[in-house]
């Protein structure tokens, strides 16, 4: 049997090249493009990442400021209360007296009013309870930076 005798055509031969190289350079073009879109969602992502702390330290220095404020008002209700029922106390113990009788109505009417002040103030200091669990706005990220 007589082997076939082969021609080698040659304009196939560069057309099979030039169809490699078209091939090459499309992958090449696709593994560019997928580089260079996974590296800005990494930078997107790392943006929003900072966003997050910012916001979070936001939050937390908002919450010690509100809890810092709550415990001064808290302390200045609790003492004011104390120091006017305190005057009540004595007022009553006064008005059973023959000596100090006459002091007696006005220290009761008097630490009442002081008593009753001290009860707004520690009513008032949950204010900044209510504030602390509330959470600030975020600053506008086209105005300031983010560090």
Not at 42 to 66: F, G, H, P, W, Y
């Amino acid at each position: 049997m007589a082997k076939p005798i082969v021609f080698i055509n040659c304009a196939n031969v560069s057309d099979k090249y030039q169809y490699m190289s078209h091939l090459s350079f499309s992958t090449l073009f696709l593994v560019l493009f997928s580089i260079t879109s996974l590296s800005a969602q990494s930078s997107s992502s790392a943006d929003s990442l900072k966003r997050e702390i910012l916001q979070l330290r936001i939050e937390v220095n908002n919450t010690q400021d509100n809890l810092a404020q709550y415990s001064k008002s808290f302390k200045r209700g609790i003492l004011t209360s104390a120091i006017g029922y305190s005057i009540v106390i004595t007022g009553g113990v006064l008005l059973g007296t023959e000596r100090f009788g006459d002091w007696g109505q006005p220290l009761i009417f008097a630490g009442g009013v002081v008593g009753f002040t001290g009860g707004i103030m520690l009513y008032n200091s949950n204010r900044f309870l209510l504030r602390a669990a509330t959470p600030p706005p975020l600053p506008d990220p086209r105005n300031s930076s983010l560090e």
